[in-house]
């Protein structure tokens, strides 16, 4: 059963960093899957806020480029997001997403909270 776990959420100050580990089961780390990162604030609907492309390019939200950075280690099948300038309109439940042969696998979300 392919499985995805995510790591790394927390309580941190404004302009502090964080950063999110997925273990993605080996069966669906693909370089033709599409990877990203969602997080969902409370109240809001869920939104898109970094991913890979099947071609390996990397995209961001507006409200996140030059702060956030995706990345992926194919020896360990993880991809992370290192979060750098935190500001409070970051805080959500975040969750990485497989996209696969038609197919969206999700993980079980980590809270960060961004808060003084």
């Known amino acids: 059963q392919e499985q995805l776990v995510e790591s790394g959420g927390g309580l941190v100050q404004p302009g502090g960093s964080l950063t999110l580990s997925c273990v993605i089961s080996?069966?669906?780390?693909?370089?033709?899957?599409?990877m990203r990162w969602y997080r969902q604030a409370p109240g809001k609907e869920r939104e898109l806020v970094a991913g890979?492309?099947?071609?390996?390019?990397?995209t961001y939200a507006d409200s996140v480029k030059g702060r956030f950075t995706i990345s992926r280690d194919t020896r360990v099948n993880t991809m992370y997001l290192l979060m750098n300038s935190l500001k409070p309109e970051d805080t959500g439940v975040y969750y990485c997403?497989?996209?696969?042969?038609?197919?969206?696998?999700w993980g079980q979300g980590t809270q960060v909270t961004v808060s003084s």
């Open positions: 997403n497989v996209e696969y042969s038609g197919s969206h696998y």
């Open positions: 890979f492309t099947t071609g390996g390019s990397r």
């Open positions: 080996q069966s669906i780390f693909s370089r033709h899957a599409f």
